[in-house]
């Protein structure tokens, strides 16, 4: 198949959505598919940039949702996404989030036929579906199927845009983690793992810290690896002095190091408060085989298979989240049996699993639409813009464009009468 | 004449906004045709797989069942075509696997995630149609026409796969 993709953030700045379209592109090129991705770009000559990588313009910073949102659109950007349009012969158009005012946006308007739409967003106060929802149905409305990466992320579509979602979550590149050994000299003996920004309230650091002095309680030797950008410093200061020997900060570590860092401790610890759509980096410990603790919330909640693949504990409790972490320490035979259950559990996500379901909805959709991915030309407004081009400036050319309008307003009335008919035999 | 060109210009807009949704509920009516056609290609695709299954499976009340429920999926009227699917769905969650050859389930795999895909599109196309039929201008112009309003289908098509199971 010919699978043209539109990711609306910026290709060369980090974020999920990248990530998924990079890998879900990899992978569609690994299953013998043909594929291009339209997306802004800052840096086009970058020597990096996959050949299959269209660039839409560089992303204007617009403040949006708490954060600064990098969006492109204008005439320029639409010209190019029609361009891509006409010029790519799709099969299937697979637009990702289609509500960020971006190429993906842009596309769903210019193009007809098989459409499909994947929606990361999970954030219950959507702004933009909010503000932009009824305006965007037109839109909206022509796209075939839609795909959901979460239930929560499948909830808001349910609720601002009606209809259903299927799930297909995000994919983990399973090999890529298995078997992983620790970090060069260490071992991962009494060692438990945290990975996220340390400086982000909802990852929960603060709850394994306040667990610290219990924790030590439990299993004397116990460590803490903490790894994630964010400043080391007020880490240290909410740890006390007795203890600040027991954590070592790692701080940011790259892609390529983050299956060592899980394989460096004895259990991954997920304190979260709230505000996890998916888990992905839940799915990519379990991967490493390291046993995981973490939050009871749903998005884990799901990942654990509700307790059979990892622990769970309750949200911000941190107690509760001494208690098990030094219980699991301390049970190597329970820690092997979750291992096993998990390595079985990430199965489901890993990308070859994904990108099989991603596949099966390009062909149910281009099995629903009649023609391949096309742009619209409203024929009548073809004739319409040649009629007045005709006007040359002679002397009646007040009445030419009367007689145009007038015309172009009775082959619309004639339209609606047609209409009715056809719908009504 | 000012008027005259007002009301022209007003009248101008006010039909071009009715063609517009004319044309966008004809549009809208087409989506649901066509994902009518699908979902209904995909259930006649799950019954036969079903068929083929019951075929391989050592005779008995199990064996029958299955084979009853996908004759009646592949029989069955509009009318009561959600019902007939959901007993096929009940009958094919009780199927035991490793009793039918490995091509043969794989199939009806294959069928039963279309039937998921095929709905869900279905039902989303259904749901974007009734949100501009309910509209209060189309319904007054009558501008689908003698067309019935577009009818969800709802039946319960979880069905315990590998791949299923990831996607629900």
């Not at chain 2, 189309?138 to 577009?150: D, V």
């Amino acid at each position: 198949m010919r699978v043209g993709i539109a990711c609306p953030y910026t290709w060369d700045v980090p974020g999920g959505v990248q990530a998924h379209v990079r890998d879900l592109a990899d992978h569609l090129l690994g299953l013998g598919h043909e594929v291009s991705v339209l997306t802004p770009v800052d840096d086009p000559d970058a020597p990096d940039l996959p050949l299959y990588v269209v660039p839409a313009g560089r992303a204007v910073p617009v403040p949006y949702n708490g954060s600064v949102a990098r969006l492109v659109f204008g005439p320029l950007s639409l010209t190019r996404t029609r361009r891509w349009l006409r010029e790519g012969g799709f099969d299937v158009l697979h637009v990702h989030e289609p509500i960020v005012p971006s190429v993906s946006m842009l596309a769903t308007f210019a193009a007809s036929g098989p459409i499909v739409a994947t929606f990361h967003h999970a954030s219950t106060r959507s702004r933009a579906l909010q503000v932009f929802g009824t305006a965007l149905q037109p839109a909206l409305e022509k796209i075939t199927g839609r795909i959901a990466v979460s239930p929560a992320a499948r909830r808001i579509v349910v609720e601002h845009l009606g209809g259903d979602a299927v799930l297909i979550p995000n994919g983990v590149d399973v090999a890529r983690f298995m078997g992983a050994d620790p970090l060069p000299g260490r071992s991962a003996t009494s060692t438990v793992v945290f990975l996220g920004r340390i400086d982000e309230g909802r990852k929960g650091l603060a709850v394994l810290l306040e667990a610290l002095p219990e924790l030590v309680r439990l299993v004397p030797d116990v460590r803490l690896l903490i790894a994630g950008p964010g400043d080391a410093e007020d880490v240290r200061a909410a740890v006390p002095p007795s203890l600040r020997d027991r954590v070592e900060i790692l701080g940011l570590v790259s892609e390529q190091d983050k299956p060592r860092v899980f394989a460096s401790g004895q259990v991954y610890c997920a304190p979260n408060t709230h505000g996890e759509s998916f888990g992905i980096v839940l799915v990519e410990a379990m991967a490493t085989g390291t046993p995981v603790v973490a939050s009871d919330l749903e998005a884990f909640r799901r990942v654990l298979e509700d307790g059979r693949a990892g622990v769970l504990v309750p949200v911000g409790d941190a107690g509760a989240l001494a208690e098990a972490l030094g219980e699991l320490l301390g049970d190597a035979p329970r820690r092997q049996a979750l291992s096993t259950v998990a390595l079985e559990a990430v199965q489901a996500y890993d990308w070859s699993t994904v990108a099989r379901q991603v596949v099966e909805v390009y062909e149910t959709v281009a099995a629903m639409a009649p023609a391949a991915v096309h742009v619209d030309v409203d024929p009548e407004l073809e004739s319409m813009a040649v009629d007045l081009a005709a006007v040359d400036g002679t002397d009646d050319d007040a009445g030419r464009l009367v007689a145009t309008l007038r015309r172009w307003l009775s082959e619309r009335r004639a339209a609606v009468g047609a209409l009715g008919d056809r719908t009504r035999s | 004449m000012t008027d005259l060109l007002l009301a022209i210009a007003f009248l101008a807009l006010l039909v071009l906004y009715i063609t517009w949704t004319a044309g966008r509920l004809d549009r809208l009516h087409a989506r649901v045709d066509a994902a009518e056609a699908a979902l209904d290609a995909a259930l006649v695709r799950r019954a036969a797989a079903a068929r083929a299954v019951a075929a391989h499976l050592p005779p008995g009340a199990q064996a029958d069942r299955l084979s009853a429920a996908a004759d009646a999926a592949l029989e069955a009227g509009e009318a009561h075509r959600e019902q007939v699917e959901n007993d096929l769905s009940r009958a094919l969650r009780r199927i035991v696997p490793g009793l039918a050859p490995r091509p043969v389930l794989a199939e009806l795999e294959t069928a039963t995630t279309r039937v998921l895909l095929a709905r869900s599109f279905h039902n989303a196309a259904v749901a974007d149609t009734r949100v501009i039929r309910l509209r209060r201008m189309p319904r007054a112009l009558r501008l689908a026409g003698h067309r019935s309003l577009p009818q969800f289908f709802e039946i319960d098509d979880t069905y315990d796969t590998p791949s299923t199971s990831a996607s629900e």
